[in-house]
């Protein structure tokens, strides 16, 4: 059997997403560090309070979209002016505006798949198990609980942090324990 | 102007509300996932049993039209195009709406979306399904279908880039599949909703498989709202371009009645009309069904009502103008097509039929009894779908069956193949349909839940004083 890597968060809910917010900035100014938020709906101001620094979504998506407009350009120019020229009533083999559909389609397509693709990777999604669900009650944070995540190194005393927890308004803290992802 | 600033801008809770009041997340969860977990009922099943029977037909009329061939179809030299392409537009444009909904309405930042845009957008992904299956079945061997996208074979021969038909096969595909990864990029965090809430281990299973995991985590959601945005702008611009592409199948042809430049935003804008008409449609029976008026409440529906109403003018205003250009050119040919042939012609009364639900109709929403009134809206809006239906008839088969010479002209009869593939595809969407209401939930919760939040925050900075709210609505009115 091989060894398991253990990791463990302590689980913290509070009663409503603003309260949660105001609770994740208190604990980041006091120092700690790879928090998480859980809520069943963008929290506003949540990525604020977590200091995520820009999606890289948007970048994703406009490499995408240049890449099928490459794409596009390159196979229609190809197969219709080069590999296989088709003389259309003396019209020029290379007709650039007989290929804008096709090209905004592919530039569309592709920048879909890059935000689709882009958002499942920086989430790192598909991912089925997750120490947090170690919790039946943070089942919560997908209808109607406000839950806040903070890392605690495997075996070592997390009283403390469940206290400045319970300090900013917790309603319930609990200490999970679970495979490493 | 101050109802309807107030109807789309200004604090919704006054005068008429989006959400019901007494809801808060919990108590939202509940209703809006009710009806997942509960049994369906007697109504449900009667109407799926009826769309499975037109279902079959849609099996019998492909199975007839595989083994014996597209003769079997009432096209023929000289009306080429029929039901397959009526049907084809038709279903297209009916799933226009669920893209406008979603992705224009949320770029405006119109709140009254949220409730439906789920709902619309699964109308989408359904109603791209049926369209595509008409130019499959026309191309006569749907198993070479594969032929129309460019790929290596040894055949040696490309596809011919200038061609609207090859911009079409691009343009559905491509709707499709977006429309499909907005849809399901949106279900995510009511898939994870769905999987906490499951009663049994089974059901825990089925939906944390769809769900991916997904554990509502604000790195997560920071990627997603930027994801989600940037899927709607780009649904946005695509909307206008498929249908416009549908319309270039026509539009650069030579045919009188196809040949018109007003064809793109006309087409775009009568896609939106059917498809608007669609949705209330289907909306009226399912919110009741579902139990959510709460949240679908009739102020949605008297906003879809005014869409319907502008688009239906802008329709009338297509028609108006291919009559003035007909007339403008003094060109013979037009001018027989739309003041002979459409107007007085074989096909009569498919054009006046047309013209009474399509022109006259929609302007019964001028009047706030009507866009109010259930029943009303619901008989004009299968009106519209049927004057819709009528208009790509007119346009397809008037402009076919009596163009140039009239020793080619023809009259086109559909056979009981065309119209058992037809009703095959209402069978088809009802049953994808029903089913979609029966296992996912039909109303964006996430969604609402956050809508809810901002309504209450709005209404805490507005002051819950009667006459502040009032006042707001006064100013809010004014420009």
């Known amino acids: 059997m091989e060894a398991t890597v253990l990791d463990s968060w302590v689980l913290a809910e509070f009663s409503t997403p603003d309260a949660l917010v105001t609770a994740t900035r208190q604990m980041r100014e006091k120092g700690f560090e790879g928090m998480d938020t859980y809520s069943p709906y963008p929290l506003h101001g949540g990525s604020e309070a977590l200091g995520l620094p820009p999606s890289r979504v948007p970048f994703i998506a406009l490499c995408g979209g240049l890449t099928g407009v490459a794409t596009a350009l390159a196979m229609q120019t190809w197969m219709n002016t080069i590999d296989y020229p088709l003389n259309i009533g003396g019209r020029p083999l290379l007709s650039l505006p007989a290929w804008v559909p096709i090209t905004f389609e592919l530039g569309v397509l592709f920048a879909a798949f890059g935000i689709f693709f882009g958002l499942l990777g920086l989430s790192r999604l598909p991912q089925p198990y997750h120490p947090v669900f170690e919790s039946e009650e943070f089942r919560t944070a997908s209808t109607h609980g406000y839950w806040l995540s903070v890392p605690q190194a495997t075996g070592t005393d997390a009283a403390p942090v469940m206290d400045q927890l319970k300090a900013l308004g917790a309603t319930q803290v609990t200490l999970v324990t679970g495979e490493k992802e | 102007m101050a109802e309807t600033a107030s109807n789309t801008y200004q604090d919704p809770l006054e005068p008429r509300h989006l959400v019901a009041p007494h809801h808060d997340d919990a108590s939202l969860n509940e209703t809006l996932l009710d009806h997942v977990w509960r049994k369906p009922g007697k109504g449900w099943f009667m109407l799926f049993g009826l769309s499975l029977s037109a279902l079959g037909l849609l099996v019998i009329g492909v199975t007839y039209t595989l083994a014996r061939g597209i ?58 399904m049926c369209a595509g299956l008409f130019p499959l079945l026309h191309t006569g061997r749907p198993w070479f279908a594969f032929w129309l996208f460019p790929y290596p074979s040894t055949l040696g021969a490309w596809p011919q880039f200038r061609s609207p038909l090859v911009w079409d096969v691009f343009a559905i595909s491509t709707y499709l599949t977006v429309s499909a990864l907005f849809w399901f990029v949106g279900l995510i965090p009511d898939l994870a909703a769905l999987r906490d809430s499951s009663k049994t281990k089974l059901q825990r299973t089925i939906y944390g498989l769809f769900a991916l995991g997904w554990r509502g985590s604000g790195r997560h959601w920071h990627n997603y709202k930027i994801a989600y945005l940037l899927l709607a702008g780009l649904s946005t611009p695509l909307v206008v371009s498929v249908h416009t592409i549908v319309s270039f199948d026509f539009a650069v042809s030579l045919l009188p ?25 289907l909306i009226i029976p399912a919110r009741k069904y579902l139990g959510l008026r709460d949240v679908i409440t009739d102020r949605h529906l008297e906003n879809m009502n005014k869409v319907i109403l502008a688009t239906g003018l802008l329709v009338s205003y297509g028609y108006l103008m291919e009559h003035f250009v007909a007339w403008y050119s003094q060109n013979q040919y037009e001018l027989w097509t739309f003041y002979v042939n459409r107007a007085t012609g074989p096909y009569a009364g498919v054009y006046w039929l047309m013209i009474a639900c399509n022109v006259i109709t929609p302007n019964i929403f001028w009047f706030k009894k009507c866009r109010t009134n259930i029943a009303i809206m619901w008989v004009a809006s299968i009106a519209v779908n049927i004057g819709m239906w009528c208009e790509r008839f007119i346009i397809i088969v008037t402009s076919l069956s009596q163009d140039f010479l009239p020793s080619s002209w023809g009259i086109y009869t559909p056979t009981w193949v065309d119209w058992s593939i037809y009703i095959g595809t209402l069978g088809l969407f009802g049953t994808l349909f029903l089913l979609f209401l029966k296992f996912v939930p039909a109303v964006a919760i996430s969604e609402v839940k956050e809508l809810q939040l901002e309504l209450k925050h709005a209404a805490h900075q507005h002051g819950s004083d009667d006459a502040l709210a009032g006042a707001g609505t006064l100013t809010h009115g004014a420009h």
């Open chain 2, 257 to 281: 009645g196809w040949h018109a430049t007003i064809f793109p935003p006309y087409f775009v804008a009568g896609a939106v009309f059917s498809g608007f008409a669609m949705v209330i449609t």
């Open chain 2, 71 to 128: 003769g079997v179809w009432g096209n023929n030299q000289p009306v080429g195009w029929a039901f397959d392409i009526i049907n084809f537009v038709w279903w297209v444009g009916i799933g226009h709406a669920g893209t406008l909904i979603s992705a224009i309405l949320l770029l405006f930042q119109q709140k009254w979306r949220t409730s439906i845009n789920r709902f619309a957008e699964a109308m989408t992904l359904f109603a791209v």
